[in-house]
């Protein structure tokens, strides 16, 4: 998973530089996949439960399992986030980030470093003897402070042989409850944070989800490994 992460990071890290207006959505998709070939590793959301696309991408109030399309063209000042996992050796890994097109507005500048600060935030409770309710209200307290709210309808969640394990990890929570922790446990911890409330909506793709008042999300997202003292962020070049 420690090699697995760093390709992961690596892929994610070229896509995401790669975001610039005039592109399509659809683009970023192919280039997942052409870079899924050079590191020959499979993509993991291709396919799963039916998903019909390698990134999950979410333009503005677009919030999580966005699918790609070749005619979302991308436009400057907006925001985007980009989820993908892979398998390697069968592994799987996890990883997002939110960036802009361009440049974006200051709101915009907040929202994402919030949302990657809350992140931190909870990634830093990812060791033995924490419960993850303590990742969850480190999430949340980051982004009540920035005068954001957190997603509650998904969760980060346990990675490793599958895509999707025990344990899940929402957002939000009390401290020294939920799941206790353990060395070794290898976890996706996500941060799904809006602008305005925490709601969401699905359209009619069954996958897509959008913020109900039409104000941004973002999301960002390591596979971490739990350790006895510290965490050790696996997707990171
Ligand atoms: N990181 C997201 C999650 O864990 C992406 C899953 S996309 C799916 O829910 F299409 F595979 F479901
Ligand atoms: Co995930």
Known sequence: MRKGGKILAEILHEIAASVSPGMTTGELDRMAAALCKKHDVKPAFLGYQDYPAILCVGVDDVAIHGIPSDEEILIEGQT?????????????????VTVGVGTIDEEGEKLL???E???KAGIAQAVAGKHTGDIGYAIEQVALL???SV???MTGHGVGRKLHEEPSIPCFG????????VAGMTVAIEAMINEGTGDLEFLSDGWTTVTQDGMRSAIFEHTV???????????IR
């Not at 980009?82 to 990883?95: R, S, V, W």
């Open 80 to 96: 985007i986030s980009i989820d993908m996992g892979i398998i390697f050796k069968d592994m799987y890994l996890d990883h997002a």
């Open 113 to 115: 470093h919030s949302t």
């Open 117 to 119: 600060l809350a992140m």
């Open 146 to 148: 920035a005068g954001l």
């Open 151 to 153: 997603i509650t309808a």
């Open 174 to 181: 009390e401290r020294g409850k939920g799941f206790r922790l």
């Open 225 to 235: 490994l739990v350790g006895d003292k510290s965490p050790e962020i696996l997707t």
